[in-house]
């Protein structure tokens, strides 16, 4: 096996080799989430593609890795909702009249225009109110809002995402106000206001308002992430667990002369650590003076923190305000400042070492430079620079029409409604696995659709090989033994044997060259398609065994991938693990629904009563339990192979009845076939089952596919059958109904068609066949117009012949 390389963001470049510290050993610490609101697709990026490294390395080259993450139970975010919430359900209580409330909304609104949005203020003119703020907000933003920049220039980002955020507030706003709805349609440009009015008043020695808020939102994250296959941790550490941990870590920097305490905070001195000999923002040093980064780094509410020496020296511990949560320290009661908490918490589990350390691209600076210098300056003996972290893995953020997708800037979608909408676990990590872990995605119809295309591929060969093995073999494998490993065979191969063999080779290879699982998803693919050539090529003489070791290799790596949420390590079975297998039911309540199918079926084709049909009678005699019970006792668990025999059965039952229907009488065919669509499309389709019907008398295929797939199929063939059903009927309405005015046309003689109606206000005389010989005016009729009168006059004289013949009356 070759050895791994990966792109390691403190050696920036070309992917280098990855060496752990013990060998077979991997010892992980990645950054887990603020847990102050819903997850979303940009949490889902950065998690699952985590999780298919993990997967890799552990399922693939058999490493035992240590996973260790963190929730951010404190920080700046959590303490601004939590305490704004706790302050707008205050306010709730009050009891204010409907004027007050209304002169509330209308002071939070100003004050978020004049905060977020100012070139809505006009200092000259009149105030901004509900009834001038469409106006303003469309000649301010109208460039933003029709998707361009405020500049006018370049492509729109996160600046112009945040505008948006703050402009739909806003017209929340505008719309709650009017409506006298204000607390529930307002609460955006509520909270910041009344934190403004009332934040330093609020109890904060209580913290259940803090933590009722991260423990919720911890579940939450917990949930998404169990729904989307991401293993759990192997230690979960949070930092309201770890504050006199923290204390002593930062106790021991300021005694080395790498911290210094202001003010009643501590803060980090870049200059003493690098002046020891030690390189500061090593993972991006074109960063470090970014006042932007550094400001975002430090958090919303420690803007005013005093006392550094060095604009980019960052917080350690924090002084707490009137308002914000405390813990007691030797400088005062404060709390942790958002960087150390990684490196206390991952130093406890994983000691002065460790072999990885991964996040979100947006953490490498600040967050995970001031984490590399405080853990070496901790570590390090005599000024010398230790190595905390042997490789960084940075995830590539998901993005949105060029912005990156972030709760701050409110322009997500949380995985909880994508997976009520949109997505698919699976479907989504295929997506993932599609572009590089290390790459940024912003995710388009296009990729989407290929994503779609390969799950299906994928699924269909699974679904195809299966049923080819039941029916060749009868058993659940036509080969001996199963594709236990990954072992790239030294015996010389031919045919499909020989394409496998090179996806073995080129997945390793890809897979060794950081994790390159975009080569490896191309490499399925392909190798199903030559598999899917094979198959249709060669109906007479396919090689069954080389298709169903495809099946299995494939079953195993997108296992590995981490695709089946019910599959568990080896991996060794055959395509897709349903639930009730994951499940490892007892086989007699795993079968039962098949066995009630089966006993139904036989039931209702006894009733047909078909005299002379002797091979409807020999299966009717042929019990399926006897198979059943030989396979329980082997210890088969595994429901689609337990219920085989009952589906068996049933199948051969029904290709038998569709033999036999067509030589029967017109009462009996009508039944057979009846019971025979009843038995495809309900009884079976209700289970998941579906049996393919093939030409020339071949015995269907039974295949299993998802019982909401089939269901769908169902339905949807049954609103074709209805809109065909209905635009026929519509068209038959039509056609009655122009017929019906043609008939009411033909009855008028011809001697009167110019003389009733409109006809008769155009002309003053007529002829003895009531043809018009004189205009309204008493003018004479231009030959003209004779002629085509003429033509008319013609056309109805033979249309009331019709009418004449067909009805057998005379002129209305």
Not at 84 to 100: A, N, T, V, Y
């Amino acid at each position: 096996m070759e050895s791994i390389k990966l792109h390691n963001s403190l050696k920036p470049g070309a992917a280098v080799p990855f060496t752990p510290i013990e060998p077979g050993k991997i010892k992980w610490y990645a950054c887990g989430p603020t847990v102050y609101d819903q997850s979303h697709l940009g949490h889902a990026r950065n998690y699952v593609s985590t999780d298919i490294i993990r997967r890799i390395l552990q399922h693939y080259f058999g490493f035992k890795v240590n996973f260790v993450m963190n929730i951010t139970d404190i920080d700046d975010k959590i303490i601004i909702k939590a305490r704004r919430q706790r302050l707008l359900d205050l306010e709730k209580k009050k009891g204010h009249s409907q004027e007050q409330v209304a002169e509330l909304a209308n002071a939070a609104f100003h004050a978020y225009a004049k905060s977020n949005l100012p070139l809505l203020i006009d200092p000259e003119g009149p105030q901004l109110d509900i009834q001038n703020y469409i106006p303003r907000r469309d000649a301010a933003y109208g460039k933003v809002l029709a998707g361009g920049t405020l500049s006018g220039e370049g492509k729109p980002g996160d600046d112009e995402a945040k505008l948006k955020m703050h402009i739909s507030n806003m017209t929340q706003a505008v719309i709650a106000i009017s409506k006298n709805s204000v607390f529930g349609m307002a609460d955006e440009i509520l909270l910041p206001y009344l934190d403004s009015l009332y934040k330093e008043t609020i109890d904060t020695s209580d913290q259940t308002m803090f933590t009722d808020l991260t423990q919720y939102m911890e579940r939450e994250f917990t949930d998404d992430m169990d729904r989307l296959n991401v293993m759990r941790p192997d230690v979960v550490t949070r930092v309201t667990e770890y504050v006199p941990q923290i204390v002593s870590f930062v106790e021991r920097l300021v005694q080395k002369g790498f911290a210094y305490d202001a003010e009643g905070s501590v803060y980090f001195d870049i200059a003493a650590f690098e002046k020891a000999g030690n390189p500061y923002a090593r993972l991006r040093p074109d960063s470090r003076n970014d006042k932007v980064l550094q400001e975002d780094g430090e958090g919303s509410l420690s803007k005013n923190l005093g006392g550094k020496k060095s604009p980019g020296d960052f917080a350690l511990w924090k002084s707490s305000k009137a308002g914000e949560p405390y813990w007691p320290s030797p400088w005062g009661n404060g709390r942790p400042g958002w960087h150390i908490e990684c490196s206390v918490m991952a130093s406890d589990v994983l000691g002065s070492q460790m072999d990885i350390h991964s996040g979100g691209i947006d953490l490498a600076f600040p967050h995970h430079d001031n984490e590399l210098a405080q853990s070496e300056a901790y570590y390090c003996q005599g000024g010398h620079e230790h190595h905390w972290v042997n490789s960084f893995l940075h995830m590539g953020h998901l993005s949105i029409s060029g912005s990156k997708m972030s709760k701050s800037l409110k322009n997500f979608q949380t995985i909880k409604d994508a997976l009520a909408s949109t997505y698919t676990a699976r479907n989504m990590r295929i997506v993932f696995l599609m572009g590089r872990w290390n790459d940024g995605v912003e995710i388009s119809p296009d990729m989407r659709a290929a994503a779609d295309s390969w799950e299906s591929t994928v699924n269909n060969f699974f679904i195809n090989t299966k049923s080819l093995i039941y029916e060749a073999s009868g058993s659940a494998s036509a080969i001996d033994g199963q594709v236990k490993d990954l072992t790239l065979s030294d015996k010389p191969a031919e045919g499909l044997s020989t394409d496998l063999e090179q996806a073995k080779k080129d997945t390793e290879a890809a897979l060794t060259n950081s994790f390159d699982t975009p080569q490896v998803m191309r490499i399925i693919l392909e190798l199903v398609r030559k598999a899917n050539i094979h198959i249709g090529e060669h109906k007479s003489d396919l090689d069954l065994k080389s298709v169903e070791a495809i099946a299995r290799w494939v079953t195993k790596i997108v296992g590995i991938l981490g695709l089946d949420a019910n599959a568990r390590p080896p991996y060794d079975g055959l395509g897709w693990v349903s639930a009730e297998a994951a499940a490892n039911l007892e086989p007699s309540v795993a079968v039962a629904p098949y066995k009630a199918v089966y006993e139904a079926v036989t039931k209702d084709v006894k009733a047909l009563d078909l005299p002379g049909a002797e091979a409807v009678s020999q299966l009717l005699s042929q019990s399926p339990d006897s198979e059943f019970d030989t396979l329980a006792k082997s210890g088969n668990r595994d429901p689609e192979q337990l219920a085989l025999p009952y589906l068996r059965g049933v199948s051969k039952l029904r290709d038998e009845l569709r033999r036999i229907a067509p030589t029967a009488s017109a009462e009996t065919k009508k039944s057979i076939l009846a019971l025979s669509d009843r038995i495809r499309d309900f009884d079976l389709t209700n289970l998941g089952v579906y049996l393919d019907d093939r030409p020339d008398n071949q015995p269907s295929l039974i295949k299993f596919i998802p019982t909401a797939e089939l269901v769908a199929a169902r339905e949807e063939k049954v609103a074709q059958a209805a809109e065909k059903a209905r635009a026929k009927e519509e068209a038959r309405l039509a056609r009655e109904r122009a017929d019906a005015e043609k008939w009411e046309k033909a009855k008028v003689k011809p001697e009167e068609m110019y003389k009733s109606g409109e006809a008769a206000d155009k002309y003053s005389e007529w002829d003895a066949e009531g043809m018009p010989t004189k205009m309204k005016d008493g003018s004479e009729i231009p030959k003209s117009q004779t002629k085509k009168l003429k033509k008319d006059w013609d056309r109805q004289k033979k249309a009331y012949g019709e009418w004449l013949t067909k009805f057998g009356g005379g002129a209305a």
